[in-house]
């Protein structure tokens, strides 16, 4: 009896600066892009002591690091005034 084990694949639209990120973060160059994103999915935690996360408070984790990495937090006294606003 044959198996065939047969892998998908699709293709992803990224940007140069991207694509140059993940090139930066393989260990070799016959690391595939596949392997360098599930290494990077790893980082987000699916749960903690209390239980397993949901996919909406992961991707919600996940977007805070990204913005908060990229400087895109505000100040206590920014929300504060924002509310005032309200």
């Known amino acids: 009896m044959l198996w065939c084990i047969m892998a998908y694949a699709?293709?992803?639209?990224?940007?140069?600066?991207?694509?140059?990120?993940?090139?930066?973060?393989?260990?070799s160059s016959r690391e595939t892009f596949d392997e360098?994103?599930?290494?990077?999915?790893?980082?987000?935690p699916e749960g903690d002591d209390e239980g397993k996360y949901t996919k909406e408070f992961r991707a919600g984790l996940l977007e805070s690091l990204y913005e908060s990495?990229?400087?895109?937090?505000?100040?206590?006294?920014q929300v504060k005034k924002e509310l005032k606003l309200m």
Do not use: C, D, P, R
Request: proline share 0%; net charge positive; aromatic share 2%.
């Open 10 to 27: 699709t293709t992803i639209q990224v940007n140069k600066t991207t694509k140059a990120s993940l090139e930066a973060l393989k260990n």
């Open 69 to 77: 990495k990229n400087k895109k937090t505000y100040s206590l006294a």
């Open 36 to 44: 360098v994103i599930s290494k990077l999915m790893i980082l987000v």
